[in-house]
C-alpha cells in the first residue's frame, strides 16, 4: 500500500477553510496516512459527484422552464382545527387557491397514500412527511405547503399527532377528484404517493405547474422522488448503502441512545 506524496496548498477557493491537493487529487482530509489507492478512488468519487451536481442543475432547469400546464379547478379539501393537539372538530372547507398565502408564491401539495383501500398510513409517506415538518419553517420563506389524503379529517389527524406533524397543514381530499386527477389514486380507490406543484397567477388562475411519482420506468421504480428524502441520501454515504430497507411504523418517532457511561 502506497502513501501519498506531501499535499500542496490551493490558493482559490473559500477564504475560511484551505485547500490542498496531492498530485492533483483534493484532500478531504488532514490524514497523513491515507492510501495513494484510496485517494485515488476518492478523487474519481468527487468527479462523478461534480457531475451528478451538473446533472441535477440541468434538470431544475428544464423543470423551472416548463411552459404554462393546465388549468385546474379550485378543488375544495376537508381540514380540522390548527391546534393539532386539540379537538379534531370543526373541520371547515377550503379551496385549492385559498391555500397560496400571497403573490408569487408556489403551492406543493404532497399526496399521502392514506384512505379508502388503504386503510393503514404508508409508512415511506410517513417518513417522507416526517421530513416535510422538519423543514417546514424553512419551506414557509418561499413557498406553500400541504399534505393531501383520502383518509377523513379525524382518521389523518390521529396518524399526524402521533408522529408531531404540528408544522404542517393536513387536507382530506373528501370526495374531490383531486387525488384520481393527479393519478395518486385509482378507480378503486387504492392511493399512492406524489408531489405536485401549483401555481396561481394575478388573475386568479390556478395551474397546474409539475407532479412527480415514484415510479419512472419500468427499471426505475420507487426514485421519481428521492431527491426529497435525506434518509436514503445518507445511507447512500455509508459502506452498506441503501439496500432494501423500507421504512416502518413500529419503531416510532424517538432514537433509545444511551450515554456511554465512564
Excluded at 141 to 165: E, F, S
Aim: aromatic letters at 8%.
Amino acid at each position: 500500500m502506497s502513501i501519498t506524496t506531501h499535499p500542496q496548498p490551493i490558493a482559490s477557493g473559500p477564504k475560511h477553510v484551505d485547500r490542498e491537493k496531492t498530485d492533483g487529487m483534493l484532500r478531504h482530509t488532514r490524514l497523513v496516512n491515507e492510501p495513494r489507492e484510496y485517494l485515488q478512488k476518492r478523487e474519481e468519487l468527487r468527479l462523478a459527484e461534480m457531475e451528478m451536481f451538473r446533472s441535477i442543475e440541468r434538470v431544475a432547469a428544464l423543470r423551472r422552464a416548463l411552459p404554462a400546464g393546465a388549468e385546474v379547478t379550485d378543488y375544495v379539501f376537508h381540514e380540522g382545527p390548527r391546534d393539532l393537539n386539540g379537538s379534531d372538530s370543526p373541520v371547515s372547507s377550503v379551496r385549492l387557491s385559498e391555500l397560496f398565502s400571497g403573490p408569487g408564491r408556489a403551492l406543493i401539495v404532497y399526496h399521502f397514500m392514506f384512505g379508502k383501500r388503504n386503510t393503514t398510513a404508508c409508512p415511506m409517506c410517513t417518513m417522507w412527511i416526517d421530513t416535510f415538518n422538519g423543514i417546514a419553517p424553512h419551506l414557509a420563506q418561499n413557498v406553500d405547503l400541504a399534505i393531501v389524503a383520502a383518509a377523513d379529517p379525524a382518521t389523518l389527524r390521529a396518524h399526524a399527532r402521533l408522529r408531531g406533524w404540528h408544522n404542517l397543514r393536513l387536507l382530506s381530499a373528501g370526495d374531490s377528484t383531486f387525488k384520481y386527477d393527479f393519478r395518486s389514486e385509482d378507480a378503486e380507490g387504492r392511493q399512492d404517493s406524489a408531489l405536485s406543484v401549483f401555481t396561481r397567477d394575478a388573475k386568479g388562475t390556478l395551474r397546474h405547474f409539475y407532479t412527480a411519482h415514484p415510479w419512472l420506468d419500468d427499471d426505475m421504480n420507487e426514485r421519481g422522488i428521492d431527491l426529497l428524502q435525506p434518509v436514503y441520501n445518507i445511507l447512500d454515504l455509508i459502506p452498506q448503502g441503501r439496500g432494501s430497507w423500507y421504512a416502518s411504523l413500529d419503531y416510532g418517532t424517538r432514537v433509545n441512545w444511551i450515554p456511554h457511561a465512564r
